[in-house]
């Protein structure tokens, strides 16, 4: 930008630079949502994002579960977006089946980085969102993440403070750790095939993928 041109960004972007995002986290995509005056990190199938600012996180799930965990005393949190890959022996219960580790690293992989930055196991609390019935070829995977979240959950003896789950529509999601305010908006209808691409690729990709290991939370 020269000196002679005008910055047309809002007063509050031009003010305030990004925060410093945790480390891992510098991929991320992240903008100055004018909505909300605020900036923003949008995630997709297989990320999530974990901030000690005052951001928001946002995605749009269709058979994909999205968990939003915070520390509800400092608001250190996050947002997860995974789908549990087909089962190689047709088993109906995720928890019996290799499946489940892949959602099990994702929520892991999310609490972990909670601890890491600040959170207190004891002080979590979650919002869950997702799991709608929109791949037509595999009519039962909303269902199956829906079914593995909450089993997980209610093993990890996590205190679930809201969820919007299944039906047969695409979900937005905003989430503001620093506040715990999620919004979600039902997409009525697909203008294009985005969502069903974006998530039959991350199916086909999980399929493909070696199962995730373990790993340990503090």
């Known amino acids: 930008m020269t000196p002679m041109q005008a910055d047309s960004r809002p007063a509050a972007q ?103 930055n600040g959170g207190e196991r004891e002080r979590l609390e979650v919002k869950v969102f997702g799991g709608g019935r929109i791949l037509k070829q595999m009519t039962d995977i909303g269902q199956r993440n829906i079914a593995f979240t909450r089993q997980y959950l209610v093993t990890e003896r996590l205190r679930v403070v809201s969820a919007d789950v299944g039906d047969v529509y695409p979900r937005k999601v905003q989430f503001f750790p620093a506040t715990g305010l999620a919004r979600v908006k039902k997409l009525r209808s697909l203008h294009n095939k985005t969502i069903v691409e974006r998530e039959t690729h991350y199916m086909n990709d999980l399929v493909s993928r070696p199962v995730a290991g373990e790993i340990d939370l503090f």
């Not at 031009?14 to 923003?40: E, M």
């Not at 928001?56 to 994909?64: H, N």
């Open 14 to 116: 031009r003010c305030h630079a990004p925060p410093v995002a945790l480390p891992g986290f510098s991929h991320i995509n992240r903008y100055w949502d004018r909505t909300h005056q605020i900036y923003a990190a949008k995630i997709l199938p297989g990320e999530f994002y974990v901030t000690r600012h005052d951001e928001m996180i946002t995605t749009v799930l269709g058979s994909c579960i999205a968990v939003c965990i915070r520390d509800s005393g400092n608001g250190v949190g996050g947002m997860n977006h995974f789908m549990l890959p087909g089962t190689s022996d047709g088993s109906s219960d995720p928890a019996l089946s290799d499946s489940a580790r892949y959602g099990t690293y994702a929520m892991e992989m999310l609490i972990n980085e909670i601890l890491k």
